[in-house]
């Protein structure tokens, strides 16, 4: 199973820096989007891999490692996607105000001469 | 009054005077003046309550603890020699005062002055009297930049400006190598502490690191009293108004180089580098400044080189190894603080009252200003050393101190001579100024008629004089017992015998001075052809400018030279940026296997699922689809990220952590529709066949970032599956476990993550979301399309067309009519969706939700209303929405949360918890933690909701800019931008 993970986050990862490589400003969003989708995977894994542990405590429980997942990536995760969501929004209209302004979706806002 | 308080409100009185001025009316002239004024006067009233204290030998103290880590204290000092420079800097500084409030005009803006000029006069005060070198430093950097803002006072002026930038990059960086000096000083003696390195002379001269100290330390002093080769900004800095030229320039701010080196005098001098250094960099000044003051044309340009020229005379002095040279240093120091602050005064009323300060326009001005006149004269003589004035005294100390000096070098043979030189060039330059100014025939074509100035503006001025004529008539009597007070506090029981009279006999420095005043007067008669020409500068060294060597420095550093580094070192362009991250990211990835090893770990890997295998088959294949399809296939792109985050939201399911995936589902929504709209103003590119096709340099550069993306790739894989093989850290996972529950009150451990444990990273968080919805909107707000977007796109274009006839195309709403059955099922699943959001808000605490995805499925409802029902039918059913105002409640009600913890005398965001029994819900977990998170969700719906919005709006906008674009077909050509450029 940490094979497939590894192998989906290294996919991710690749076809994203890939795509921030490329010069037009849609393909560097959908870049950021699919490197940040690696990250958060990365991050999460560090908890470990575990498949049919308890996530919700019971009522008065003290919870241990051995019977529940990590919480702390989790929330590391969580806090990430939000935060990852509202800077694609930024980055988005950043790039459509600069589209706006120079007439091009260049990401240096001119054409490369050729 | 205690020591104590006395040191300390004499250095915060000026600041808080400063803030109280800054804050009256910009032309409230008189209340700032009148503020400014007893605040001067106040301070010099506390000095002198000093007096008794200081005079019996005692030091006042004040100490405070800082940063007592590092064995910094705040400390105040004052001895002898502090108190008579706190004395100048508070009774210049109420004659400063009085005479701005005539000098300033009514509709400079005043107060800001007065603000500046106070601040000024603390962080001096604090320099005079700070008892620990750090702190000195400190303020020595806090003086000269309110200079720089005093002398850029009048900004709109270039030559305000440029002075003000001059004086603040040598005098700042002369503070900066101050600053290093004080540590090195502070690293031999051990303590910053100003009694501690007092006591430590000789440890200091013979410590190995004592050249880079005195070096430094110099630097710092030499830049701040403008010595040859950084006099260059004083000239410069005159552009400051007046007032400001007689308190800093010449009473002051420039004299807390020679200050500081008088006060170090004792640990640090004596030996061959600083005469070397001090005395070379006075005797040149004194020079210098003395001759380029006599072809000066401008008053206060004369009177800055003078000043120049009399500060070199004081570092020689200091740079002298002899405790006499020290005392007619510092008397010197007070005696031209007096002279040199009334001619500024006076040059200033000069200006006020004719309009100019041009010496080769003005004459005459005995006859219609003949009371400044005499004063003038007073103050001049003075300063070309004639008997009975108090000039004549210092500079006879003088003369005798260069006959008897003893130093290792036999540069000091030629010392009378260079003294005699200088002068007799000051006697040339203070003729020039009376003869220029006051005599000579009536003045024509001035810009103001001459007339005598108000009394109040020429009361300084004649205080001054009178101190002139004073202390030369009556030395002894009126400044000797404070200059004794001062030296015995620098020298300790060392003083030598000295006498202040003003007749010592027939003598050779008494004749040197007879050689000196002869020759001044003859040289200015010699001079006068070439005065009255119309030659600018002076003769022989106008090429040895250090402004213009200073300019050109700038230039290259600021310019030439970060441009050319600009062009080897950086790029303008992003890839290059982007692919060098990468580049370095995998260097030092791939350093640390190569150094440290890298291979799986001691895990067993769990066996493969076929099912996730399938998900991640279809996840992956979705990735490499959106990479292929983002350029020319956005729409498909767009879909196929969709599926690569479904993809991710079932490995969280899948493994285990059910509130992930809820948070990336909503996300993954609202980030699609996003996209979508943003779809909408982006150029429309289509794939031409065989056109552009790959040149070899772009097939090249292709395959290097094919490579960086393997390598990228293949790297964070290999880096994952070794951490996913290794038994994970038990940091801090095992301790919110166990507390979530008994302290948290929640059962679900990553809620109570989120909003206990670590509140105050979540509160950071939505500050950040909401600062970024609130940057979106202002951009969108100003938000132009370009050109090429302004039509509406071709599928708008045909269900505008295909809408019945009779209906104006601005009500039309196209999709909800084509879409009838969806229409009317977002509409009657909105009430739904809200309930599951308060569903998953309440629960949160103890199973997966939470503010954060009930906020985006919120979020999400609106949306939807907004996609089916159209912009204007949804916010006439919506009304009540405003994002901005979800923004603020979020944050408030988070904040307010945190801060009532406060109010219980706990930490900042420490929670409450406990159950409520409900009737007919039954136990509802009500923790504090719940207030805080539903200031999530409302932060998370209204920031949403505001990009979304906003966005969608510009369709809206855009409709309204195409219909006016229409009307000039010219601009809605289309370009087809078809480049297969990479």
């Known amino acids: ?114 | 009054m205690p020591e104590t308080a006395l040191l300390l409100i004499l250095v915060s009185l000026p600041f808080a005077g400063a803030v109280a001025a800054g804050l009256l009316p910009t032309h409230a002239r008189n209340a700032a003046a009148v503020l400014a004024g007893a605040v001067a006067l106040t301070g010099l009233l506390l000095v002198w309550a000093a007096y008794p204290t200081v005079s019996a030998g005692g030091v006042l103290r004040a100490e405070f603890a800082w940063i007592p880590a590092l064995g910094l204290n705040f400390s105040l000092r004052m001895d002898g020699f502090a108190w008579l420079f706190a004395g100048l800097v508070t009774g210049i500084g109420a004659l400063v005062v009085l005479y701005a409030r005539y000098y300033m005009a009514e509709d400079d803006p005043v107060p800001r002055f007065f603000a500046f000029l106070l601040a000024f006069m603390g962080a001096m005060m604090a320099v005079v009297i700070s008892g620990n070198l750090v702190q000195l430093a400190f303020f020595w950097e806090l003086t000269s930049l309110l200079s720089f803002m005093l002398i850029g006072y009048w900004h709109h002026t270039t030559a305000a400006r440029e002075g003000a930038r001059m004086a603040l990059t040598v005098t700042a960086t002369g503070g900066l190598a101050l600053f290093a000096g004080v540590l090195v000083l502070g690293h031999i003696v051990g303590s910053y502490e100003l009694d501690a390195v007092l006591a430590a002379g000789d440890r200091i001269r013979e410590h190995p690191l004592y050249l880079p100290a005195l070096v430094l330390i110099l630097l710092g002093a030499l830049t701040k009293s403008a010595q040859f080769p950084f006099h260059f900004w004083l000239p410069n800095a005159m552009a400051a108004p007046t007032p400001v030229s007689a308190y800093l320039h010449s009473a002051t701010l420039v004299k807390a180089g020679v200050f500081l080196l008088a006060r170090l005098w004792p640990v640090m001098a004596g030996t061959e580098a600083w005469f070397l250094i001090v005395g070379t960099a006075g005797l040149v000044t004194m020079l210098l400044g003395a001759y380029v003051a006599i072809f000066q044309n401008d008053l206060k340009g004369l009177l800055a080189y003078s000043t120049l020229s009399h500060l070199g005379l004081i570092t020689l002095l200091l740079g002298l190894d002899s405790e006499l040279a020290l005392v007619a240093a510092v008397f010197h120091i007070l005696n031209h603080a007096a002279f040199k602050a009334s001619l500024f005064m006076a040059a200033g009323i000069i200006d006020h009252e004719t309009g100019t300060r041009d010496i080769r326009r003005l004459s005459g001005l005995n006859r219609s200003m003949p009371f400044t006149a005499r004063l003038v004269l007073v103050a001049a003589a003075a300063m070309a050393g004639v008997p009975l004035l108090n000039g004549f005294i210092s500079k006879e100390m003088f003369f005798a101190e260069a006959l008897s000096a003893e130093a290792p070098l036999g540069l000091l043979n030629m010392l009378p001579v260079a003294a005699m030189l200088g002068s007799a060039f000051s006697v040339a330059y203070s003729l020039r100024f009376i003869h220029g100014a006051f005599f000579g025939p009536d003045p024509v074509g001035l810009p103001q008629t001459p007339q005598e100035p108000g009394t109040w503006m020429r009361l300084p001025v004649e205080i001054l004089v009178l101190t002139c004529i004073g202390v030369g008539v009556l030395p002894a009597a009126t400044v000797g017992p404070f200059l004794d007070l001062a030296m015995r506090s620098v020298l300790g029981d060392g003083v030598p015998g000295y006498s202040l009279s003003v007749w010592h006999g027939l003598n050779l420095p008494l004749l040197m001075s007879v050689v000196a005043l002869a020759g001044g007067v003859a040289l200015y008669l010699l001079l006068q052809g070439r005065l009255r020409s119309e030659i600018e500068g002076e003769p022989l060294l106008r090429r040895l400018e250090g402004k213009r060597i200073f300019e050109r420095a700038m230039v290259f550093l600021s310019w030439r030279l970060a441009r050319r580094l600009e062009g080897i070192a950086s790029t303008r362009r992003l890839q290059p940026q982007l692919r060098l991250i990468v580049v370095v990211a995998l260097l030092a990835g791939g350093l640390t296997v190569w150094v440290r090893g890298v291979g799986p770990g001691n895990l067993p890997p769990s066996p493969v699922d076929p099912v996730l295998a399938l998900v991640w088959a279809v996840g992956g294949a979705c990735a490499l689809g959106a990479a292929a399809l983002a350029k020319f296939h956005r729409l498909a792109a767009l879909i196929l990220v969709g599926g690569a985050g479904l993809a991710v939201c079932v490995t969280f399911v899948w493994f285990s952590a059910p509130d992930l995936a809820l948070t990336q589902l909503t996300v993954e929504v609202v980030t699609t529709v996003l996209l979508l709209l943003g779809l909408r103003w982006l150029p429309q590119r289509i794939q031409i066949p065989g056109d552009g096709g790959p040149e070899v340099l772009t097939h090249a550069r292709r395959m290097r970032d094919l490579a960086l993306a393997v390598g990228a790739g293949g790297g964070l894989a290999a880096l994952s599956y070794a951490v996913m093989t290794r038994t994970p850290p038990q940091l801090l996972a095992q301790d919110f476990l166990a507390r979530a529950y008994t302290e948290g009150g929640g059962t679900n451990v990553v809620n109570v993550t989120l909003v206990d444990f670590r509140g105050f990273d979540t509160l950071g968080e939505i500050f950040v979301v909401a600062a970024v919805a609130l940057a979106t909107y202002a951009l969108l707000r100003r938000f132009r399309p370009a050109p090429d977007s302004l039509e509406p796109p071709i599928q708008q274009r045909d269900q505008l067309s295909a809408a019945p006839a009779e209906e104006a195309p601005a009500t039309a709403r196209p999709v909800a009519d084509w879409l009838l059955v969806p229409f009317t099922l977002t509409r009657l699943i909105f009430p739904v969706m809200a309930l599951v959001a308060a569903f998953l808000l309440f629960r949160g605490h103890d199973l997966p939700g939470g503010g954060f995805s009930a906020g985006m499925v919120v979020a999400i409802a609106v949306i939807l209303q907004y996609m089916i029902g159209g912009t204007a039918w949804t916010e006439d059913r919506l009304a009540w929405l405003r994002p901005r105002v979800w923004i603020g409640t979020g944050l408030l009600l988070a904040s307010g949360t945190g801060l009532a913890a406060l109010g219980f005398g706990r930490p900042f965001l420490t929670s409450y918890f406990g159950y409520l029994e409900l009737p007919f819900i039954g136990q509802v977990p009500t923790a504090s933690a719940l207030i805080f998170d539903i200031g999530v969700f409302a932060l998370v719906v209204g920031a949403t909701l505001l990009m979304l919005v906003a966005l969608a709006h510009q369709s809206v906008r855009g409709r309204r800019a195409t219909s006016r674009a229409l009307a000039s077909p010219a601009r809605t050509e289309r370009t087809l931008a078809a480049a297969g450029d990479d």
Not at chain 1, 25 to 30: L, N, S
């Open chain 1, 1 to 114: 199973m940490e094979l497939v993970v590894s192998l989906a986050i290294g996919v991710l990862a690749g076809s994203g820096v890939w795509l921030l490589l490329r010069p037009r400003t849609f393909q560097v969003t959908i870049g950021l989007a699919l490197l940040s989708y690696a990250v958060n995977l990365f991050i999460f894994s560090t908890g470990g891999l575990r498949t049919g542990a308890d996530a919700i405590l019971g009522r008065g429980e003290v919870g241990t490692l051995a019977e529940f997942t990590d919480p702390v990536p989790q929330a590391l995760v969580l806090t990430a996607i939000v935060i990852g969501f509202a800077t694609t929004a930024l980055l988005l209209v950043v790039l459509l105000a600069a589209r706006g302004l120079t007439g091009t979706d260049h990401v240096d806002g001119r054409e490369r001469e050729r």
